[in-house]
Nanobody
Framework: QAQLVESGGGLVQAGGSLRLSCVTSTRIFNIDRMGWYRRAPGKQRELVATITNGGRTTYADSVKGRFTISRDNAENTVYLQMNSLKPEDTAVYYC?????????WGQGTQVTVSS
């Protein structure tokens, strides 16, 4: 089964930027959706952004205008550019890839934003 590997997390000051990447260990066929989710301490996992095969994107209201999701179909890679980071963006960020009935998750990457 394919594994997703996230990278790019870390510690950044408020107002700073990070770029998350998610690559697959093996090629996944028939991908129809890619996205990023996050789980902050003491909270449930929430959707951050998604992108379809056609490039249509959706964002959580809390990140609109600050985060940008993109994908490289040839490389089975999805990115999340995060700008103007706020302390409330602190969370573990998870990559998600859906292909038909299959749903793949990464192990998560920690993003910490200091005030």
């Amino acid at each position: 089964q394919a594994q997703l590997v996230e990278s790019g997390g870390g510690l950044v000051q408020a107002g700073g930027s990070l770029r998350l990447s998610c690559v697959t260990s093996t090629r996944i066929f028939n991908i129809d959706r890619m996205g990023w989710y996050r789980r902050a301490p003491g909270k449930q996992r929430e959707l951050v952004a998604t992108i379809t095969n056609g490039g249509r994107t959706t964002y959580a209201d809390s990140v609109k205008g600050r985060f940008t999701i993109s994908r490289d179909n040839a490389e089975n890679t999805v990115y999340l550019q995060m700008n103007s980071l706020k302390p409330e963006d602190t969370a573990v960020y998870y990559c998600n890839i859906g292909a038909g009935v299959w749903n793949y998750w990464g192990q998560g990457t920690q993003v910490t934003v200091s005030s």
